[in-house]
């Protein structure tokens, strides 16, 4: 039978491509027919030849190639990549079951359960939480109720460690319980025949009055004829703060701190008002002052150096006269008002509020209650000079507690 001549030709390249691998030349691409061969630089083509396979060259060995009997089909053509030599698949390593783990350890909050046979005590409730400290409620209560009663012509009052009101009358200062009879602490010592606009008791019982007529103030002790000044220009009103120095106002728009160790006074800090009252935050850490001049409320920090800083206005506009200020247990500051305006109060935040008209009432100094001798700690008190009234202003909250 005639062989295809396909296959005549194959077997002819194969018979050339023996001297030629001898020179080096790729034997393999020769006999592929369609395919460079594999010289340096050479490429692999990207699709394969539609010609027909010849019969694979002969193999290293001298096998015989498998030649394609004649009619039957020629199988596609396939990658020149070698096929990948199989790898062995090792069997998965037999895995041991886990152990089983140790006995969870209790957290140590839990108590240890007690060994056999020994009694459980019973199981306690756990003690109730301490008590929250109660929150100051410091919210006006409407409407406010007061109490006039007749007093004497004082522009300031006071309340001395026992609890008693301190008032002046003409040249005397006395001293009263809630509905008590007056009680005479310095007679005949005021040397001037107006109000008396500033007025404070010492811890020792001290009586400290301001005196604008002669720019002093002036130091009395009960019982005796004793007086000791401190010059001071134009005093108004005062207040004591802790350690025992006097931050006095003056009606020229200075702010004096005087010590009452050494007799000395200094000005702590200048304004262009006419200062009247003042008072302080509960921490003693900020003062008040009401300047009637430009009708504010001042404030500022005190320093250790006994300076003031930051004095600025912390709240406008206060009625016609602003005169004598009180602090509550809040922070709150109240403000009377000497021709007759509403007794206001200015929160902490500088809102203003009304507390009352008092019915007109020219108001000159003010001050919270001891909470003895029959003068309520959650009242505020005040004093009209030219009516010759004490209110009595049921706020019902405590004032700041005084300087210790």
């Known amino acids: ?5 396909a296959n005549s030709c194959a077997w002819l390249l194969l018979v050339l491509a023996a001297p030629l691998a001898a020179c080096g030349y790729d034997s393999g691409g020769l006999a592929a027919g369609t395919q460079t061969g594999n010289r340096p630089g050479g490429s692999s083509p990207s699709s394969p030849s ?3 396979t010849p019969p694979a060259a002969m193999p290293p060995g001298g096998e015989t190639p498998t030649v394609t009997p004649p ?5 596609p053509p396939t990658t020149s990549t070698p096929p990948s030599t199989p790898v062995p698949v090792t069997p998965p390593p037999v895995v041991s079951p886990p152990a089983m783990p140790p006995a969870t350890v209790p957290p140590s909050s839990m108590p240890t359960p007690p060994p056999t046979g020994t009694p459980v005590p019973p199981v306690s409730d756990p003690p109730p939480p301490p008590p929250s400290a109660p929150t ?3 919210t006006l209560k409407q409407p406010i109720g007061f109490e006039t ?3 004497s012509q004082s522009a300031d009052l ?6 008693f009101l301190v008032i002046a009358n003409g040249r005397d200062v006395e001293r009263l319980a809630s509905n008590g009879a007056p009680q005479m602490l310095i007679q005949n010592a005021l040397t001037f025949s107006k109000v008396v606009d500033g ?4 811890p020792g019982g001290d009586v400290v009055v301001a005196d604008s007529q002669t720019d002093s103030l002036d130091r009395f002790t009960p019982g005796s004829n004793q007086r000791r000044s401190i010059n001071v220009r134009s005093p108004a009103k005062f207040a004591r703060a802790p350690g025992g120095t006097l931050w006095v106002t003056s009606t020229d728009g200075d702010l004096f701190r005087v010590d009452l160790a050494n007799g000395k006074s200094s000005v702590a800090a200048h304004t262009d008002g006419n200062l009247r009252g003042v008072t302080f935050s509960p921490d003693f850490k900020t003062i008040y002052v009401s300047d009637d001049r430009n009708q504010v409320l001042l404030s500022g920090q005190i320093q250790a150096d006994g300076t003031v800083t930051g004095l600025r206005t912390f709240s406008g506009r206060l009625g016609e006269f602003p005169d004598g200020l009180a602090t509550d247990a809040c922070g709150n500051v109240y403000v009377a008002d000497r021709f007759g305006g509403p007794l206001l109060r200015v ?3 500088g809102k203003t509020e009304m507390v009352s008209n008092l019915n007109r009432a020219p108001l000159y100094g003010i001050a919270f209650g001891s909470g003895k001798q029959g003068w309520t700690d959650t009242s505020l008190y005040g004093v009209s000079a030219d009516r010759g009234d004490l209110y009595e202003i049921r706020l019902g909250i405590k004032g700041a507690p005084p300087s210790p």
């Open 347 to 349: 929160t902490a935040t």
């Open 1 to 5: 039978m005639k062989r295809p001549e």
């Open 158 to 163: 006071t309340f001395d460690s026992e609890g």
């Open 149 to 151: 009663r007749r007093s």
């Open 50 to 52: 539609t010609t027909p």
């Open 199 to 202: 007025l404070g008791v010492l």
């Open 136 to 138: 100051l409620d410091c």
């Open 71 to 75: 009619g039957a089909t020629t199988p």
